[in-house]
């Protein structure tokens, strides 16, 4: 079924080779090759052109990687540097997900023998794992977890966002479309579903280096407050708030969304990429404290990431998941009708769903092109580790949104004057909002 184009009589390398043979027997794909630590190359029977090559640094690689292949130990095998990705990166997201999707209990009961037979290795102290505490989703390890991703550094984060350092979905007009005209087209798209006017008090739940809120003090002349746990993301935010002259409108404050003061309310709320923060048991809390900070009649865009199908693997947890570990401590996203659910349970009227899961999908394309165009930079800022855990996580990103495993809703949520429905406060249609598109 599969040729090895050298011949060896290492007793590794045999191994090796009955292995692959035995895991990738059913598997479809063909544009791929696997190079042993010594040369070896074993490739599916038919492989022509090579996408990527799998390059094994060593005979530990595949015990490392499949006992059992977990989404979490493919990554940390990847992130060690138990093995190289030669050629396109995100090509070789298929293939991962085949092997961590349908390996079986049976599976490895059956390849246990032949991975016992390969050498392990200790990968050492590994300083790249969260380490958060405390009661899961309370304040205080809400900001732990918070801080862990966001604070990595903001040069960090410069280096491959857009120019206003937009963390979140964009919005394109074409796929071609440059990254910064897309982020400066999601700040105003938002803007416009708000509705915002001059004089209104503006809330982000989650605001990140700060554009959002500037956009609309800016653009719109509102008088707008942030909400962030991270430290050094309000730093730069305020920095950059007061650089724009809008220090008198706009400010950012380290604050937790349920701490907020409902004393003087606020007639719109925005929250872009926190509500899969907050978590499943918490998401009715998250809803009531944002119904009871606006006015009535107004109203509250929540944007966020959602589950677009369920884990394929039942038995999948958090102490399985690389991006749950490495990436994103306690992240909870939610398929979006329990999302609608708890909105609207806690009062809110659902005017409008709109999924933007293209646009995320080439905004983590754009993310992952600049990233690997700033690699020496991002080896000298986290070494090679660092840059592998963060390269690994924004292709599979990328990957998860193009599948459509995961996707991204922007819901516009209306508080009623009188329990009577939204007359009087918003327009029949949504023309305002695409005209200028």
């Not at 027997?25 to 990527?52: K, M």
Request: glycine share 8%; with cysteine; charged share 25%.
């Amino acid at each position: 079924m599969v040729d090895a184009r050298v011949m060896t009589r290492d007793s590794h390398v045999t191994n090796t080779l009955d292995l692959l043979n035995a895991v990738f027997a059913d598997y479809p794909g063909r544009d791929f090759a696997i190079r042993l630590w010594e040369g070896t190359v074993w490739e599916p029977q038919g492989s022509s052109e090579h996408q990527f090559t799998i390059v094994l640094t060593g005979p530990s690689a595949l015990r490392r990687m499949f006992f059992p292949p977990t989404e979490r130990k493919l990554g940390e095998a990847y992130m060690f540097g138990d093995f190289e990705i030669e050629g396109e990166l995100y090509a070789a997201i298929d293939l991962a997900r085949y092997l961590w999707e349908g390996w079986s209990l049976s599976d490895t009961l059956r390849f246990a023998p032949k991975l016992l037979r390969l050498p392990s290795r200790d990968p050492g102290s590994n300083t790249q794992i969260a380490h958060i505490s405390g009661q899961k989703h309370s304040v205080n390890r809400d900001m732990q977890a918070i801080q862990y991703h966001y604070d990595v550094s903001n040069e960090f984060y410069q280096l491959w966002l857009d120019e206003k350092m937009v963390y979140s979905c964009a919005y394109f007009k074409d796929p071609e479309e440059s990254i910064d005209a897309a982020q400066s087209r999601k700040l105003d798209y938002i803007c416009r579903k708000l509705r915002l006017e001059p004089g209104d008090r503006l809330l982000d739940i989650g605001c990140g280096w700060g554009a959002l809120i500037m956009h609309a003090a800016e653009h719109y002349g509102v008088e707008a407050l942030g909400i962030t746990l991270a430290e050094k993301q309000l730093a730069l935010a305020n920095e950059r708030i007061e650089q724009a002259g809008l220090s008198d409108r706009c400010q950012a404050e380290l604050l937790d969304y349920r701490n907020v003061d409902e004393s003087k309310g606020f007639d719109k709320i925005v929250s872009v990429g926190m509500v899969e923060h907050v978590g499943r048991e918490n998401l009715g809390i998250y809803f009531k404290k944002a119904y009871r900070l606006l006015k009535p009649g107004g109203v509250f865009l929540n944007h966020g990431i959602t589950l677009f199908q369920a884990p394929k693997v039942p038995q999948y947890q958090a102490k399985d998941s690389f991006v749950q570990q490495y990436i994103f401590p306690d992240g909870d996203s939610q398929h979006i009708a329990y999302v609608l659910d708890m909105a609207a349970k806690a009062g809110f009227e659902v005017r409008d769903v709109e999924s933007l899961r293209e646009h995320y999908a080439l905004t983590l394309k754009n993310w992952l092109a600049r990233y690997e165009a700033h690699a020496d930079e991002v080896l000298d800022m986290l070494g090679p580790i660092g840059y592998r855990r963060w390269r690994i996580y924004l292709a599979g990103a990328r990957w998860v949104f193009e599948s459509g495993y995961n996707s991204i809703h922007q819901a516009l949520l209306y508080k009623s004057r009188d329990g009577k429905g939204a007359a009087g406060d918003l327009p029949l249609n949504r023309d305002d909002w695409y005209n200028n598109n």
